[in-house]
């Protein structure tokens, strides 16, 4: 799944300066501009604003800078006559332009992380069904994600519900999806999930031979007799031990 441009141009904002000085303010801002990830078209832009107004602009692929106010054409006329300043400027296409938008593709745009599925039995909602499955993804990045419902390895879309991508504001997100349903006996219910993170489609099983409730129960009545257990045989050890070195004395 490849990122996706939303518009003609991603702008890559790079740097913005801001200095006031009597109640003048002088705003100094580039950008690196591109729609594609070869960096084939990428654009160096800088801006000068004073109060709020453009005053200058210089284009890297023009290699020209632009005045917009009086003081802003003269000095883009004495700018575009140096060699020298219009190389610096060029020299940022790939001093900084290239080399950040590269990090960005790396680290945010390509950057994915695959979600945590768990398939559980809930509450049934209808009188229609008697069961009610739900399958949930967690901590995946970025968001675009599709969970399918398969029965004996076939689409389900009937008493299917699903919540939008619930954003969790660290930059992970979370879904989930409901099925609901009367069981057949000898049949399969699984959760497809399909995402970035993953080269192709994954599907989690839905597992009913044990409900979620009776489950947990399980598990915590075998945790206790465990312990009981435990306990019981340290108690009789260390009854053997206190035993062994005791000595019995008569009484008369």
């Known amino acids: 799944m490849r990122p996706w441009f939303p518009s003609a141009f991603r702008a890559l904002a790079a740097l913005s300066a801001l200095s006031a000085v009597d109640g003048y303010f002088y705003h100094f801002q580039v950008e690196c501009r591109y729609s594609s990830e070869d960096l084939k078209d990428v654009e160096y832009i800088e801006r000068r604003i004073f109060n709020k107004l453009q005053d200058m602009m210089y284009n890297s692929t023009l290699n020209k800078y632009f005045g917009y106010s009086e003081n802003g054409v003269y000095n883009a006329d004495i700018w575009n006559k140096d060699e020298s300043a219009l190389a610096g400027a060029h020299s940022n296409l790939d001093g900084y332009c290239k080399p ?15 979600p945590t599925v768990k398939v559980k039995t809930v509450k049934a909602s209808s009188e229609r069904h008697t069961t009610k499955l739900q399958c949930s993804a967690y901590d995946f990045y970025p968001e675009g994600i599709k969970l399918k419902w398969l029965r004996n390895g076939q689409e389900v879309k009937d008493g299917v519900t699903a919540t939008e991508e619930l ?3 660290d930059w992970y997100h ?10 057949q006996s000898g049949e399969t219910i699984e959760c497809q999930v399909e995402h970035s993170s993953l080269k192709q489609p994954k599907t989690y099983k839905w597992d009913p031979s044990v409900p979620e ?8 009545g075998t945790s206790g007799l465990v312990l009981g257990l435990v306990l019981s045989i340290a108690g009789f050890v260390y009854y053997k031990k206190k035993s062994t070195g005791r000595i019995l004395v008569p009484s008369s």
């Open 213 to 220: 409730g009776t489950r947990n129960k399980v598990i915590i």
């Open 167 to 169: 954003y969790d504001g």
């Open 174 to 183: 979370q879904i989930h999806s409901y099925l609901e349903f009367t069981p």
């Open 100 to 114: 950040n938008a590269e990090l960005y593709f790396k680290n945010i745009l390509y950057h994915t992380v695959e």
